[in-house]
């Protein structure tokens, strides 16, 4: 499939005078679990709602799949926000049926597929969870949507270590020639083993956009040559 996904143009937003982001111009494509990674503040999460339509850019042009970004187009993302949004009440089951009804594209199958792979009960309740779990749920429901474009913000957060690892297991497990999955996050270290590509963000600006085999070929990992990067400003 040779469709972009993905196609922002000279995208900028601004929060009273404060510029999120700056000309932005980036072009994803299907096929590759994409690292979108700077420091917390540096635009991120609005580069994420602006291509969800829950802000909208002052100048500049998103295109989903050849088409203009619009509400429309939303129906093409699953989003996983950066924050808990699930009712406490609910149990894992309760969540499931919430997005069954939410989403005509949601797969009950998929995710007890997934489920089994997080060790989660469903007859759990949320409130019940710790916070790893209730991120295993979210990243569960998320990705068990058929859909092209998945958008992660900050799924690993201060996760532990094994949690961590179950989480980018079943992230990497998911992506195919037909999909495109981007994980936002300031962690590079945990996540840089998944990744095909990354995108640096910086004072809402993109300053690299490359593929990860391209820095191992300069013998550095992600994460040194995030640093060179974002350390030489």
Do not use: W
């Amino acid at each position: 499939m040779n469709q972009n996904f993905i196609e922002l143009t000279n995208v900028t937003k601004k929060y009273g005078n404060v510029l999120a982001l700056q000309n932005v111009n980036l072009v994803l494509s299907p096929g590759r679990i994409v690292g979108l990674l700077g420091p917390n503040g540096s635009g991120k999460t609005t580069l994420f709602k602006t291509i969800m339509r829950i802000i909208r850019q002052q100048q500049g042009m998103i295109k989903i799949l050849g088409t203009e970004a619009s509400y429309e187009t939303r129906k093409n993302i699953s989003f996983m926000p950066d924050r808990e949004f699930l009712y406490k009440y609910m149990k894992i089951a309760d969540a499931v049926a919430y997005y069954q009804d939410m989403f005509n594209d949601f797969s009950v199958a998929r995710f007890n597929e997934l489920a089994q792979l997080l060790q989660l009960d469903p007859t759990t309740e949320i409130q019940k969870l710790s916070k790893g779990n209730k991120e295993k749920v979210i990243l569960a429901l998320t990705l068990s949507r058929n859909v092209p474009i998945y958008l992660l913000d900050e799924p690993l957060g201060s996760l532990d270590p094994v949690i961590k690892h179950e989480m980018l297991t079943v992230i990497k497990g998911c992506v195919t020639p037909n999909n495109l999955i981007i994980v936002s996050t300031h962690l590079i270290k945990d996540l840089e083993e998944i990744l095909d590509d990354v995108v640096f963000i910086r004072n809402g600006q993109v300053a690299v956009q490359c593929s990860r085999e391209s820095i191992i070929q300069t013998g550095k990992s992600v994460e040194q040559y995030y640093l060179e990067v974002f350390t030489n400003v």
